[in-house]
């Protein structure tokens, strides 16, 4: 009996990893998937972005849950471009430049100080003062991955 438990357990452990495996293999069926889909994030966290902006320049009026709701979609969003860059996608039209392709080590140290600072956006939006200096350091993290691995 202890030996159907013990197989019974090393299917179910093979099912669960496959499962798991599938969707991160299939995940971009083509290239272009994939530059859409890191796109797609960029814009939606773009956005967002500007929606904070526009209440920091009193544009808009500031409404901290609206701010709150803002940032947690930009979060969100600042996580999920980077497993799209994937070499296949390398020379096809997505306003990347190729020295991203051979720096995705610095890629990622740049997708980690924009995870950080998203972090602290989060935290800063029920103080308008706050929001606006942590804004600027976001944006500021948005910026150094565009100056150096972005087509303006």
């Avoid at 096809?92 to 602290?120: C, F, M, W």
Wanted: with cysteine.
């Amino acid at each position: 009996m202890a030996s159907k438990t013990v197989i019974a357990l090393r299917i179910s452990a093979v099912a669960a990893g496959l499962a798991i495996a599938a969707p991160a293999a299939a995940q971009f069926q083509k290239p272009e998937d994939a530059v859409k889909y890191r796109q797609s994030a960029f814009t939606v966290m773009s956005n967002h972005m500007g929606r904070l902006a526009a209440m920091a320049k009193g544009e808009r009026p500031f409404d901290a849950a609206a701010a709150q709701a803002s940032a947690r979609v930009i979060e969100t969003m600042a996580r999920l471009p980077w497993e799209a860059f994937v070499p296949a996608t390398e020379g096809l039209k997505s306003g990347a430049k190729p020295a991203l392709y051979q720096n995705l080590a610095d890629v990622r140290t740049l997708a980690d100080r924009l995870n950080g600072e998203t972090g602290k956006l989060r935290g800063s939006v029920g103080d308008l003062d706050a929001l606006r200096k942590q804004l600027g350091a976001t944006g500021a993290a948005c910026k150094a991955c565009h100056d150096k691995y972005r087509v303006m």
